[in-house]
């Protein structure tokens, strides 16, 4: 190998290494900034991160919403639960709510959990009648779906128990006895 090659190779290796440390960098720290949304369904099973921040996504509860004025700070802190109408998850965030902020709404909160309460530090409202975020939808979907299945595995788990020896009675039993 020539020494004009060599010196070709060492420079196309350097500048292969040095692109792969910048994008193994910037991987990294795009990472440590994502906020994954999670419903409230997810996060009672478990799903959401425990130490880290994400977001919590839903509507917000009926009835839930309760205020009250914190006097060492003179912060005014909300309590409010947020619903994916499967699931529902206790909400605390100090500071001005959105003004489209109410019950019945879309709501994301960005934040974390300490001990069974989610700490907001950052609540967004939806904007209008109609919209809702896709991200919030689908989270929504989603917990309707796994609810029915649930309730379809305890159904058929409920039949295979009725279905069982000694547990059938005949159309003619149930005649004789008296019962629809």
């Known amino acids: 190998m020539t020494p004009a090659r060599k010196?070709?190779?060492?420079?196309?290796?350097?500048?292969?290494?040095?692109?792969?440390?910048?994008?193994?960098?910037?991987t990294l720290a795009l990472q440590s900034n994502l906020n994954y949304l999670h419903s409230p369904s997810e996060i009672l099973a478990g799903?959401?991160?425990?130490?880290?921040?994400?977001?919590?996504g839903g509507v917000v509860l009926e009835d839930s919403i309760q205020s009250g004025r914190i006097e060492?700070?003179?912060?005014?802190?909300?309590?409010?639960?947020?619903?994916?109408?499967?699931?529902?998850?206790?909400?605390?965030?100090?500071g001005v709510l959105p003004d489209l902020f109410r019950e019945g709404q879309s709501v994301i909160a960005k934040g974390r959990i300490e001990g069974d309460v989610f700490i907001a530090?950052?609540?967004?409202?939806?904007?209008?009648?109609t919209y809702m975020p896709a991200e919030v939808a689908d989270k929504m979907t989603q917990a309707r779906m796994a609810r029915a299945q649930k309730l379809k595995d305890e159904a058929e788990a409920l039949k295979l128990q009725g279905d069982a020896p000694g547990n059938q009675a005949t159309a003619a039993d149930s005649r004789d006895s008296g019962a629809p």
């Open 72 to 94: 060492a700070t003179r912060e005014v802190e909300y309590r409010f639960e947020v619903t994916d109408r499967e699931a529902d998850y206790p909400v605390i965030y100090r």
């Open 47 to 56: 799903d959401a991160p425990s130490g880290g921040v994400f977001r919590i």
């Open 7 to 26: 010196r070709r190779l060492i420079v196309a290796s350097l500048v292969l290494g040095a692109g792969i440390v910048a994008g193994s960098l910037i």
């Open 121 to 129: 530090d950052e609540v967004l409202a939806k904007h209008d009648e």
